[in-house]
């Protein structure tokens, strides 16, 4: 949850906003965004939405029920406005991909919402805010564009306010691989690329603010083409940003893993080696029914070359099980490639229909026992290689980026460059800072380790 900012010098009164966040990081750094848009307005962020004056709902399409979820919250939302005196002005608001794809549905169905706001236009909040204390019900159009929305972000009435040294920072919006199961092209629109000149300012002035780490966002960022070069130059760039140590991107498709981008894994010490890598099967039937345009053959090959230029990478991928005509012959080619691959974190989930996508309407569609025994087995599988992983790393002596206090007095918590959160002693000054930590234990969820001596050895990150 985006964490309140500071009361501004001379700004109006301040009225509380309560933003929920589902899904994507994508929606996360959305999120950030509403809250920097309607801080001139003297919202300010609350962790509650008891008494809050606007609650934003900003929604996931991707999942299966992600709808009913949202009507789940709403009826919520609808019975605290009605019973408790200090939230009986709430405003309540719905942004994001399910607002995109059922706008005119929610607000049929939910009168207790006010308005509906899509993802590419929620740089209008401030104008839709002012328009809905006048006149109730108003849906703001919902059309695609990004452009219009990030130059309205880049101004200083917008200006980004973060906590942490860890920061999200969009590069790329919308998809145009059309797989057969996604939502994203509906909701996202098509690619959009950032100009590279607004997203190194904004990363300066996020290292201003004390940002040690950016992870790019793009729901198929290694299509980015907003300079010459695409991602593999716009890291290089980044790499460039005076306080800005790490680097990191997600999500990759395999079509778009161009050699440049390969190399840069091997050639910028700031990118992080942890590649999210979604390949979805290992079945080259269901993969041509997906529509991924990549057999299982080339993403092995592509793996291959990628830990050819970083031998130690660390790699995370997606997976859907009982995907539409997918046989007990198809379910055993995923797990003989997750097998081959060896994936330090995975993804994985049952294939749900999704409302307006080609899969949703396909014949043989698999039974939920056995998507769910399926899907038992890969997490055992996958879940077995992540302790393997995890376990590699005991005994040596990495750089932990620090980003919090620990739930115990003393700890601090931190992330390796493998993107592992891990735990240790010391003190509240290490966060936001890089310092090298000795790998003592693995856990179910973490690791754990001890501060190294000032003149330890790093091992290569």
Same mark, same amino acid.
């Given at each position: ?10 700004s ?9 966040t ?14 920097d848009?309607?801080r ?8 509650s ?28 939302l609808? *019975?605290?406005? &009605? /019973?408790?005196?200090?939230? @009986?002005?709430?405003?309540? !608001?719905? =942004?994001?991909? $399910? #607002? ?42 919902? *059309?695609?564009? &990004? /452009?219009?929305?990030?130059? @309205?972000?880049?101004?200083? !009435?917008? =200006?980004?306010? $973060? #906590? ?57 960022v290694n =299509?980015?083409?907003? #300079? ?222 001890r ?6 050895a790093?091992?290569?990150?």
């Open positions: 949850m985006t964490a309140a900012p500071e009361p501004q010098a001379g109006a009164p301040e009225k509380r906003l309560f933003i929920k589902y899904g994507c990081q994508m929606n996360v750094y959305d999120s950030e965004r509403m809250a848009v309607l001139p307005l003297g919202y300010g962020v609350v962790d939405p008891e008494g809050a004056d606007l609650v934003v709902l900003n929604t996931c399409h991707i999942r299966e029920k992600a709808a009913e979820k949202v009507y789940s919250e709403i009826g919520r609808k *019975e605290l406005r &009605a /019973e408790d005196p200090a939230s @009986a002005g709430m405003t309540i !608001a719905v =942004a994001g991909c $399910v #607002a995109q794809a059922e706008g005119q549905e929610l607000m049929n169905r939910a009168p207790a919402v006010d308005f509906v706001i899509g993802p590419q236009a929620f740089h209008k909040l401030p104008e839709l805010v002012a328009r809905n204390s006048r006149v109730r019900g108003e849906r703001l159009s919902a *059309e695609f564009a &990004a /452009e219009e929305k990030f130059d @309205a972000l880049a101004g200083p !009435a917008a =200006a980004r306010k $973060v #906590a942490g040294p860890a920061a999200f920072l969009t590069v790329q919006e919308g998809c145009d691989k059309f797989c057969t199961f996604c939502v994203v092209p509906y909701t996202r629109g098509a690619e959009f690329s950032r100009p590279a000149e607004a997203i190194l300012a904004e990363a300066r002035a996020l290292a201003e603010q004390g940002v040690r780490e950016v992870t790019l966002l793009g729901q198929n =299509a980015y083409d907003g #300079a010459p070069g695409g991602l593999a130059a716009l890291v290089r760039a980044l790499a460039a940003v005076p306080g800005l140590d790490r680097i990191r991107y997600t999500t990759s498709h395999p079509r778009d893993m161009d050699a440049a981008l390969i190399a840069a894994h091997g050639e910028i010490e700031a990118l992080m080696p942890y590649l999210h890598l979604p390949v979805q099967s290992g079945s080259d039937r269901v993969l041509k029914a997906m529509n991924r345009a990549h057999t299982a053959e080339r993403y092995l090959r592509l793996v291959e070359r990628i830990r050819g230029a970083r031998p130690d990478i660390a790699l995370s991928g997606d997976f859907i099980v009982g995907f539409p005509g997918e046989t007990d012959a198809d379910f055993d080619a995923t797990l003989e490639l997750v097998r081959q691959v060896r994936y330090a974190s995975a993804f994985s989930f049952k294939y749900s229909r999704r409302p307006g996508t080609p899969a949703a309407v396909m014949a043989d569609q698999v039974e939920e026992t056995v998507k769910a025994e399926r899907l038992a087995r890969l997490q055992a599988l996958l879940e077995e290689q992540r302790q393997s992983f995890n376990a590699a790393v005991v005994g040596r002596t990495l750089p932990v980026l620090f980003e919090r206090k620990g739930r115990y007095a003393g700890q601090v918590v931190g992330r390796t460059p493998y993107l592992q959160g891990i735990f240790t002693e010391g003190p509240d000054t290490l966060i936001g800072q890089i310092a090298a930590v000795e790998i003592t234990a693995t856990g179910p969820n973490s690791l754990s380790g501060l190294a001596a000032a003149d330890a790093l091992e290569p990150a």
